[in-house]
């Protein structure tokens, strides 16, 4: 006889001899909600060695890991390969909201792990997969749960715009030359001077964003790459400029977002709660260098050279004190000679 079919004749899931597993989850990596897992786990663990008819399977637990969807959940995955493959008969949890905010993957994985003969009880809500109602009261209460998550995703995108409309600087505090108090940015003389530089560079168009890496951490023991010196380079805080909604999230359920085209982004000056770093006149003066050879890669392996079919390449010269730029057939760097001219 199978558990569900026990269940149906009046006998209790106590009395019953199966293996049992638990799943526990918080979303933060915080002190209160590392508590809040211990008490979960120990609670779980508990009830099923305190049943002398039940037998305990390791179970599993996902630390920091939001509700909102089940891909980045490991071990929530791995307990439902787990499950599909009868290594327990079992899971207890501790509720719907626990388990996933997601209505649909509510349904899904609970009905999956049924058609194999395992159960899940969500203990709070007193509903039990084995018994024929727990489908109506799992919808039910998944759709809840997957409600409060919309409006918690609203009321962060309400503060944000909030935030937005009274000037207050958003994003994390970690921000290179600055020191973040209250909403607002002052200037970390330090930190400051290692921006300047990295402007300074920049502007004289001889360097790359690799090569000024390179000078940065030798100079300062850094670890910075070509990635993080052109998101340096092109920060609108360090001319004191407040730049915003720059992404906007399409779907609150998997936490997706798009990326805001520029002529729509939030842009103004704000020196009072963004002091500069550097000058606006710098600072528009790097951002044209990097547009400019932005505008030169579009011709990146495009431009072939019918003698040797090989593609072009973007070398650089100085006459003058002054720096010119010009595509040339490859074969240059083999020590080749090319009858076909260069390209400023």
């Known amino acids: 006889m199978d558990i ?81 493959n009868k290594k327990f008969d079992l899971i207890l949890t501790k509720s719907v909201s626990r388990f996933a905010r997601n209505t649909i993957d509510s349904i899904k994985y609970t009905n999956d792990l049924l058609y194999k003969g395992v159960g899940v009880y969500f203990i709070n809500d007193n509903i039990n997969t084995f018994f024929s109602d727990s489908e109506f009261r799992l919808t039910l209460m998944a759709s809840i749960a997957q409600d409060e998550l919309r409006k918690l ?121 963004i002091k500069p770093i550097v000058s606006e006149e710098i600072w528009n003066k790097a951002n044209l260098i990097i547009e400019n050879r932005s505008n030169k890669n579009i011709y990146k392996d495009r431009i072939i050279c019918s003698i040797h079919n090989k593609p072009y390449i973007n070398k650089k010269k100085k006459y003058k004190n002054k720096s010119y730029s010009y595509w040339v057939c490859s074969t240059i760097k083999t020590g080749q000679k090319c009858p076909n001219p260069t390209i400023n």
Request: aromatic share 12%; with cysteine.
């Open 4 to 84: 569900k079919e026990a269940l149906s004749k009046g006998e209790n899931i106590y009395n019953l001899n199966i293996k049992v597993t638990y799943y526990a989850r918080v979303s933060t990596d915080n002190e209160t909600q590392t508590t809040s897992i211990t008490n979960q786990v120990d609670y779980f663990i508990n009830l099923i060695k305190n049943n002398p008819n039940w037998t305990l399977v390791n179970g599993y637990i996902d630390e920091g890991i939001s509700g909102k969807s089940t891909i980045k959940r490991e071990n929530f995955l791995k307990m439902i390969n787990d499950g599909l």
């Open 153 to 273: 995703s609203e009321s962060v995108k309400f503060g944000l715009n909030q935030s937005i409309k009274h000037g207050i600087v958003l994003g994390n505090n970690n921000i290179l030359g600055y020191t973040k108090n209250k909403g607002k940015l002052a200037i970390n003389k330090k930190e400051a001077q290692i921006v300047k530089e990295i402007f300074n560079l920049f502007i004289t168009n001889n360097y790359t964003y690799i090569s000024i890496a390179r000078l940065i951490n030798k100079k300062y023991n850094k670890t910075f790459d070509s990635t993080s010196i052109k998101r340096i380079l092109t920060n609108y805080k360090y001319k004191g400029f407040y730049c915003g909604k720059k992404t906007q999230t399409i779907d609150y359920k998997s936490n997706k977002r798009k990326n805001i085209p520029k002529d729509k982004w939030i842009i103004y000056k704000d020196t009072t709660k």
